[in-house]
Antibody, heavy 124, light 106 residues
Framework: EVQLVESGGGLVQPGRSLRLSCAAS????????MHWVRQAPGKGLEWVSGIRWNSGSMAYADSVKGRFTISRDNAKNSLYLQMNSLRAEDTALYYCAKDIGIAVAGTGGYIDSWGQGTLVTVSS | DIQMTQSPSSLSASVGDRVTITCRAS??????LNWYQQKPGKAPKVLIYDATSLQSGVPSRFSGSGSGTDFTLTISSLQPEDFATYYCQQSYITPRFGQGTKVEIK
């Protein structure tokens, strides 16, 4: 059974940094692209970032480009999201998500598994 | 950047109704369009992928159609467990979700 367990969320002041982690199990981690998707309280889903199976390419939403960095450690079955220069509008539940394919986009992929999310609150 | 526009943003329907949700892309995304269902407090789950393919385990009352820029999710006979929020998502270029359609009980 696929399991994705996020951690690292919490309350942080604007302008500060936070690093999210996602521990994956139940599948061959390095066979799949991975994503971060967030959902602000009472709002819709927003795709944040994705990374190819071999870290060969990463992609970001315009809203986080230049501030967030996605990475993965296939030896540790782990996905990360380094979030810098945090803003109030980054407040959301952040989901770790597994793609059905190896690439972030362009090959007909979709998200077939989700974690339960970790809450990030940016506030002074 | 490809924009995804879903409509309506919400709808009220009765059990047994046929429900249609549309999603329009700002440029062609071929068939790289997926549909997800999300219930309150839960993670989303995929219903339809590649515009028309039904995910394993999803009831056959759900169907998807379209290609290029215009897509449709249809629920042929709405069931009590189908009241939820539905999102389209393009996976053609940098992924993006539509703004969601909340299906409520009439």
């Amino acid at each position: 059974e696929v399991q994705l367990v996020e951690s690292g969320g919490g309350l942080v002041q604007p302008g500060r940094s936070l690093r999210l982690s996602c521990a994956a199990s139940g599948f061959t981690f390095d066979d799949y692209a991975m994503h971060w998707v967030r959902q602000a309280p009472g709002k819709g889903l927003e795709w944040v970032s994705g990374i190819r199976w071999n870290s060969g390419s990463m992609a970001y939403a315009d809203s986080v480009k230049g501030r967030f960095t996605i990475s993965r450690d296939n030896a540790k079955n782990s996905l990360y999201l380094q979030m810098n220069s945090l803003r109030a509008e980054d407040t959301a539940l952040y989901y770790c998500a597994k793609d059905i394919g190896i690439a972030v986009a362009g090959t007909g992929g979709y998200i077939d598994s989700w974690g339960q999310g970790t809450l990030v609150t940016v506030s002074s | 950047d490809i924009q995804m526009t879903q409509s309506p943003s919400s709808l009220s329907a009765s059990v047994g109704d046929r429900v249609t949700i549309t999603c329009r892309a700002s440029q062609s995304i071929r068939s790289s369009l997926n549909w997800y269902q999300q219930k309150p407090g839960k993670a989303p789950k995929v219903l339809i992928y590649d515009a028309t393919s039904l995910q394993s385990g999803v009831p056959s009352r759900f169907s998807g159609s379209g290609s290029g820029t215009d897509f449709t999710l249809t629920i042929s006979s709405l069931q009590p467990e189908d009241f939820a929020t539905y999102y389209c998502q393009q996976s053609y270029i940098t992924p993006r979700f539509g703004q969601g359609t909340k299906v409520e009980i009439k």
